[in-house]
Nanobody
Framework: QVQLVESGGGLVQAGGSLRLSCAAS????????MGWYRQAPGKQRELVAT???????NYADSVKGRFTISRDNAKNTVYLQMNSLKPEDTAVYYC??????????????WGQGTQVTVSS
């Protein structure tokens, strides 16, 4: 099965930057789209940004102009560059991939999450 490995989370001061990475591995035929979601304590998981195989990106209004999603298709890796971080960005960030397995089934997979903490 597909495994998503996330890295780059940590503690940062308000106004600082972090870059998250998520690499997909396993029995993948192709990846249709990848994205980042986040969940703060006591809140619902929300979409942060997504990017399609063609490079079309979408962002939550709360992060537009501050976050940039990108991908390296050859490495099956998605990145999230987070600039001008705010305390309200504090959450566990989850990587997601929608992909076709080698059996050509369209499936979804989640990473285990990485903590991002922004102090004021």
């Amino acid at each position: 099965q597909v495994q998503l490995v996330e890295s780059g989370g940590g503690l940062v001061q308000a106004g600082g930057s972090l870059r998250l990475s998520c690499a997909a591995s396993g029995s993948i035929f192709s990846i249709n789209a990848m994205g980042w979601y986040r969940q703060a304590p006591g809140k619902q998981r929300e979409l942060v940004a997504t990017i399609t195989s063609g490079g079309s990106a979408n962002y939550a209004d709360s992060v537009k102009g501050r976050f940039t999603i990108s991908r390296d298709n050859a490495k099956n890796t998605v990145y999230l560059q987070m600039n001008s971080l705010k305390p309200e960005d504090t959450a566990v960030y989850y990587c997601n991939a929608a992909y076709y397995s080698i059996e050509l089934q369209l499936l979804g997979s989640w990473g285990q999450g990485t903590q991002v903490t922004v102090s004021s």
